[in-house]
Structure formats: structure tokens, C-alpha cells
């Protein structure tokens, strides 16, 4: 299993807490230090909608003030790619399936 996220999200922090506190195993790719690009973004909207991969609700998204140019499915997925910090987190890489944000109800169900 891999977990993408960065270490200062408290999502991804609760993440990595359940994880842990389930013994449950996995690799931790940081967005700061590896950039994720086309291929895994791609790799991940075959499994998740952009709507539920494209944080609209970041600081990274109000700074580049990207509500202003009401960005389409390609656009958002440009952006994506451009800039890690607006894609929602964690994402977990999971046997043949992507999850995208922090349920422990959700993650109680698939992992444990």
C-alpha cells in the first residue's frame, strides 16, 4: 500500500495514525519531495472522479485563485499536474484501487 500526501495534513496525519495504530503496513511518498506526474494522476482518475481527486477547497486552490477561471475537467487535471498541493489527501494506492481522502468508517471497512 502507498500513501501519498505530506507529512503537515491533518488528514493525511489521521491516515497514518490508523494505519499505525492497525498495524497495518505502508509507504509514505511525500508530494514535497517526489512530485506525482501525468502518468499517476492518470493511473488514479481511471479509479476517482477529478472532482473527488482536485482539492477545491486548499489554500493552494484560494492563493492561485483558481475559482476565477471555472476550470474544466481538463483544466483541473493541467493543474493537477502543474502543482501536488492541490490534489486531496491522502491518496492511498490500495491492492487494485485508489482512496482518496480520510474516513476511518471508510477505512475501518477496506483495510481492517
Known sequence: MKVYGIKTCGSVRKAIKFFKENNIEFEFIDFKKAKVGKDEIDKWLEKVSIDTLFNNRGTKYRTL????????????????????????????????????????????????
Open 65 to 112: 485563485k483558481l475559482k476565477e477561471l471555472n476550470l474544466d475537467d481538463a483544466g483541473k487535471k493541467e493543474w493537477l499536474i502543474k502543482e501536488n498541493m492541490l490534489i486531496k489527501r491522502p491518496v492511498i494506492e490500495y491492492k487494485d484501487d485508489v482512496v482518496v481522502a480520510f474516513s476511518e468508517e471508510k477505512y475501518k471497512s477496506i483495510f481492517v
